[in-house]
């Protein structure tokens, strides 16, 4: 039941819109939409008095996107107004057959002195539909000639195919009558957007059906008039004849269903009828499925065992055939067809042997042995498909657990061929199966592993073993390509724990894997959340001191060109200075340190003559110790040349031997550490020269320009808290 909104309005004494006499609107309920207007004047023509009105009008029609039944009977007390009973509603819940049934109920307002009384509170109008009404209408007017001319009329307006209709009857309850019948023929649901009135036209096209009433009463000009003595001669249009055939099917007692919503439902169930009548083996299997689908059809229908047949591969192809079957009663002759034929079809290597195990079930036949047969056939001639592979793994399944060696083999060789059974070896709880699962994933030519479903499902269920197998693979430099695709099948999230899982073991190359990382990550704050978790592990391959590999950290911030101010300082430092040649000379610091590889005590001799140069050109020093810094025991001379130099002029002379091209790196940061700096101290002394140094390690160039100091790094992580054991329970004794 609906509680639609009314409102009624008309002259009265006293209305909602004034405290005087006069036309208003005198009472609606609390839930009238304001879309339609509260007042005469905003309301329009809803309430306005239809002109040479015969009598009462009443009307269905759709205004500012709703719908709107109304009821205009000519005033007693007011000639020349009239009382408007309008009742609103949501297009689609309210229709034609709603305002016909409030008026035959009674429960439209025709007059005032009823004892309405001005209020903004009316109830409101509580409607059940009552199908009753129209079915006993229709049936009244089954044999009347008009009726299918209406019908068709109808139709074709609704398809956008005819004009307008007019009803010209004698009274206008005539045509009350005729409405009534129509909506008893046809769904409701077809015709919920139907309008029509029982006055004249408001103009050329709306409503959809009018009303003329007399018969001396001139017909508009445009539309397709329609009177009792109106009959479908042997027309042979589309809709005239549509009209007619539902007619006749109704008055054979078949009723259109009540759940088609559209003109062409409608035309296709009329031939779905039709169909009924021709042989079924004329028909084709888009005609045989119409028919199979009536709901009405008879068991008889399948006698015939090749459309018995014809019915059992519809249905495996259809879902609705295969569920109008299972609805019919069945002669047992057929159902031994039935099954013979859905045997016969999953013999035949047929792909869709599921769909014909489905239809086998609605049917109610096991046809589960042959499905079984079928599938293990299907495994050693290479055609395995997605079904066939649910089927045999459980046996295979159970093979691997107790099978030899030989049996496991010819498993991992189906594994290999046939794609559809990876995805149930993959959730075996055995990790060598898996570990052979992802390796024919990766190595199946038809699969493309970057974007490998099942390996990326795999990501979060197994990536230990993926992590072994990404390992192995980093030890063979031609499967480079690989190891790249398997990095970038893995999600966002298990990106990082997945380069982690691959530090932890030894004989992984740190190089090939963070190169392959800077494939599948190029921006730097992705590239260093990748390789965080892993870190620690991963340094360890950079071969650099252990006092200076505790600090070394990971920071896109730091993914930035070396630039060439601390560069500029250097040389504002040289040309600020006096430079004076009396104390050196570029041959004596060349020999002070070619000497130095025999006997680095000669450096701590001629110290004077270093720091010199070094306050006047720190550049030569620089090229001087890059030349030594190749040599065997060249970080121990760069070392003793550190501890002799002036302590303000270390960084700036660390840095120019970093920039020098000759330089060994690690000799370098050897001899830094061993001036046995504490953390702080030491970062603070490498930071100018770190640009250039972290170019020169064994890293590729974009995890090298994420690299960074930081002496906060050189503590052990903190521990998390142990979880607190759980207390035990007490047992009690009794005696």
């Known amino acids: 039941m609906t509680g639609f909104a009314q409102l009624v309005c008309g002259w009265a004494l006293v209305n909602l819109e004034s405290s005087g006499a006069g036309v208003g609107v005198v009472a609606r309920s609390g839930n009238w939409p304001a879309a339609l207007g509260s007042t005469v004047r905003e309301l329009g023509p809803l309430v ?46 309210l229709d034609g057959s709603i305002a016909l049934q409030l008026f035959e109920s009674g429960a439209l307002v025709t007059s005032l002195q009823d004892g309405v009384s001005p209020t903004e509170h009316w109830p409101a109008a509580d409607v059940e539909p009552d199908g009753q009404l129209f079915a006993g209408a229709a049936t009244a007017s089954i044999d009347q000639p008009w009726l299918p001319v209406l019908v068709g009329a109808v139709l074709a307006r609704l398809a956008e195919q005819g004009p307008p209709i007019a009803l010209h009857v004698e009274q206008v309850r005539d045509a009350v009558t005729m409405l009534k019948a129509l909506y008893g023929v046809l769904p409701r649901n077809l015709l919920r957007e139907l309008t029509f009135s029982t006055g004249p036209e408001l103009s ?103 459309v018995a047949r014809r019915a059992v591969h519809l249905a495996i192809d259809n879902s609705e055939v295969a569920t109008a079957l299972a609805a019919i009663d069945h002669h047992a ?157 893995a999600p966002d999230d298990q990106l990082p724990r997945l380069v982690a899982e691959c530090s932890k073991y030894q004989a992984v190359d740190a190089f090939e894997l963070m190169k392959a990382v800077t494939l599948v990550k190029a921006e730097p704050e992705e590239l260093a959340a990748a390789l965080k978790p892993a870190w620690r592990q991963l340094r360890r391959s950079l071969g650099l001191p252990e006092a200076l590999e505790v600090v070394t950290t990971l920071d896109a911030a730091a993914a930035t060109p070396a630039s060439g101010g601390a560069r500029f300082a250097l040389l504002l430092n040289r040309f600020g200075r006096t430079r004076d040649n009396g104390l050196w000379s570029k041959a004596e610091v060349a020999g002070i340190l070619r000497a130095a590889v025999d006997d680095r005590l000669v450096i701590d001799e001629h110290f004077e003559i270093l720091n010199a140069a070094i306050a006047a050109d720190i ?26 130099a002036p302590h303000d002029r270390l960084p700036a002379l660390i840095t120019a031997c970093a920039a020098h091209p000759d330089i060994n790196p690690h000799a370098l940061m050897r001899a830094a550490c061993a001036l046995d700096l504490d953390s ?4 603070e002394l490498l930071t100018p020269a770190w640009p250039h140094l972290r170019q020169h390690l064994n890293l590729p160039h974009r995890v090298a320009d994420l690299l960074t100091l930081d002496p906060a790094a050189a ?21």
């Open 680 to 683: 702080p101290a030491l970062v």
């Open 333 to 489: 002759v057929v159902r031994n067809t039935f099954e013979r034929t859905l045997t016969d079809y999953v013999l035949a290597d047929a792909r869709g042997h599921s769909r014909a195990t489905r239809v086998a079930e609605q049917l109610g036949f096991d046809i589960s042995a042959v499905v079984v047969e079928s599938s293990f056939r299907r495994l050693e001639n290479g055609t395995l498909s997605a079904t066939d592979a649910k089927t045999v793994w459980p046996q295979l399944k159970k093979s691997w657990t107790t099978g030899e060696n030989e049996e496991r083999n010819q498993i991992l060789e189906h594994v290999r061929r046939h794609r559809a059974l990876r995805e149930h070896s993959i959730a075996s709880p055995d990790r060598f199966l898996v570990y052979e699962t992802i390796r024919a994933e990766i190595g199946d030519p038809a699969v493309h592993t970057g974007s490998s479903q099942l390996l990326r499902s795999a990501m979060h269920s197994h990536l230990p073993i993926i992590a072994q197998l990404l390992v192995n693979i980093s030890c063979n430099s031609r499967d480079r390509y690989v190891l790249e695709q398997i990095l970038a099948c």
């Open 715 to 735: 503590h052990p992580p903190r521990l998390q808290p142990l979880p607190a054991p759980p207390k035990p329970r007490r047992k009690r004794f009794s005696f």
């Open 204 to 306: 050329s096209e709306t409503p959809a059906i009018t009303t003329v009433v007399g018969w001396e009463t001139p017909l508009p000009g445009g539309r397709h008039a329609i009177n009792p003595d109106s009959a479908i001669e042997a027309s042979t249009e589309t809709y005239p004849r549509l009209g007619r055939d539902i007619v006749a099917h109704r008055r054979a007692g078949l009723a259109v269903p009540a759940t088609l919503r559209s003109v062409h439902d409608l035309r296709q169930w009329c031939y779905q009828q039709h169909l009924r009548t021709v042989e079924p083996a004329l028909l084709d299997d888009g005609q045989l499925a119409r028919v199979i689908t009536d709901p009405t059809l008879s068991p008889d229908w399948f006698v015939d065992e090749t």
């Open 619 to 644: 550049d030569y020093v620089a090229g001087c110790m890059a030349e030594r810094s190749q040599a065997p025991t060249g970080a121990a001379i760069l070392a003793q040349v550190l501890v002799n």
């Open 48 to 93: 306005t008095p239809v002109e040479n009105a015969p009598g009462f009008v009443l009307e269905f029609t759709l205004a500012r996107g709703l719908a709107v039944a109304g009821l205009k009977t000519p005033s007693e007390v007011r000639p020349g107004t009239c009382v408007t009973h309008l009742v609103a509603g949501d297009r689609g819940a």
